[in-house]
């Protein structure tokens, strides 16, 4: 009596040391497959977040730029082919947030026919560019080439 | 023997539920990894869009600017005067005309801007027929036949024409032949040193005025399908007013100056007219 007692405590025993086992592996791998799928998801989410940051700044700074460029076309800045005028006006313009490059290219004298002002390129920003033309009241064709980038924050 | 049964009975269904519980995990773990690929897939979706975005806005930023030198060339170069309002249009100019300083520098710049942007083409073959100008979107067309006729052609919303000729040379005939029943008010004044001559004539049909000026044939045409000719051999200023159907739509001149800007690489593609608004 008193064996057979003894062997179905053994086995009782056993079985819950088992069960034990397997609760803490399953566990485990729960623990382990939750923290893969998370990681995923965060890590997508995070490509989002940064996606749309830099659609935002992009379109922003084009704006900004192509904005400028307008103004100083429609106020004639450019038929001066000067190029302390074309900074000053650009200058007065431009957000504290952001710096620029004009290039002026056209059949004029000064500076073979190319005026560059602002900033220069840097070398790894994200830089935005872009094209216009205008016509001076001498019938000077300019084409304008632009690049705009944010400051660099110090 | 009994309780064994039981026993594996209990097992059995651990097991299945287990079994489920593991799947359900596991679909749910499924549908997160799924939804995480959205994600991704959706981020590199807007960055492409926003690539093209800011591609049409480059674009769109030359178009503009193009459309903007074009204008300017034909403002300063065509001596033209133009002005309009809600009801009237109101054309100066002088007979002959002289559009050779324009033509030059629109050709000037068109093979300018083709040769700086591949991707645009300008074609402006009828502008350099005609010189003509359209008030849109009322489609009131003012165009040039050589260097001494002006032609309106017919538009149902003209309700007016009224022109002022005025001639350094006198006047030696005037022969108006007006027939009425019509739906075109017809106001002419000729002026000259010496004499001048005037037709005023409402709900016009059709109508002649033939003039003389220094030896030189001068005449107006309204057809009776509603076409307006002015032609004078001698040299004249000229005001010529089309009054129309008072419109609340914003009005603007057209000129015959396609635009036509093709990237196949990032299929865009868009064509325009020049257009620029109007001063009143």
């Known amino acids: 009596m008193i064996n057979k007692n003894k062997i179905g405590k ?38 989002v977040s940064r996606g749309s940051e830099i659609g935002i700044s992009e379109h922003h700074l084009l704006r900004v730029g192509s904005d400028i460029i307008s103004i100083m076309d429609e106020e004639k800045v450019f038929d001066s082919l000067d190029h302390l005028t074309i900074e000053d006006k650009m200058r007065e313009l431009l957000p504290a947030n952001s710096e620029m490059l004009i290039r002026v290219e056209g059949n004029f004298s000064t500076a073979n026919g ?30 304008i080439t632009y690049f705009v980038w944010a400051r660099k924050q110090e | 023997m009994l309780t064994k049964t039981n026993k594996m009975k209990e097992i059995e269904k651990m097991g299945k539920k287990g079994m489920f519980y593991t799947l359900g995990l596991s679909l749910f773990a499924l549908i997160l990894l799924l939804l995480a690929v959205l994600f991704f897939r959706h981020a590199q979706s807007v960055e492409s869009r926003n690539v093209e975005l800011s591609f049409a806005q480059k674009y769109y930023d030359l178009d503009v600017s193009i459309q903007n030198i074009f204008t300017e060339a034909f403002l300063s170069k065509s001596t033209i005067d133009l002005t309009s309002n809600s009801n009237s249009l109101t054309i100066e100019e002088s007979f002959p005309f002289d559009f050779t300083e324009l033509d030059n520098l629109v050709n000037d710049l068109k093979s300018k801007v083709e040769n700086d942007f591949s991707a645009i083409d300008i074609s402006q073959n009828d502008f350099s027929s005609y010189h003509s100008l359209t008030l849109m979107p009322l489609n009131i067309t003012y165009r040039h036949s050589g260097n001494n006729r002006i032609i309106i052609p017919a538009n149902s919303d003209i309700t007016a024409y009224n022109i002022t000729l005025t001639f350094t040379e006198n006047i030696t005939s005037c022969t108006p032949n007006i027939v009425g029943g019509g739906t075109v008010d017809l106001y002419f004044y000729a002026q000259s040193p010496g004499n001048d001559c005037q037709v005023s004539q409402s709900n016009v049909d059709e109508g002649d005025i033939g003039l003389t000026v220094g030896g030189e044939e001068v005449s107006i045409h309204l057809e009776s399908d509603g076409e307006f000719i002015i032609e004078s051999n001698a040299t004249a200023q000229s005001i010529v007013t089309v009054n129309f159907y008072q419109t609340n739509q914003r009005t603007y001149f057209q000129l015959p100056i396609t635009l036509e800007i093709d990237d196949p690489v990032l299929s865009f593609y868009k064509r325009s007219m020049i257009k620029f608004p109007i001063s009143s």
């Open chain 1, 10 to 47: 053994n086995r009782i025993y056993k079985n819950r040391i088992d069960k034990n086992k397997k609760g803490f592996i399953f566990t485990l791998d729960l623990i382990v497959g939750m923290v893969v799928i998370f990681s995923v998801i965060f890590v997508s989410l995070f490509f």
């Open chain 1, 114 to 143: 190319t005026i560059e002002v602002g900033d220069d390129l840097p070398q790894q920003r994200f830089t935005i560019s872009g094209k216009r033309v205008a016509l001076t009241d001498d019938d000077i064709y300019l084409k």
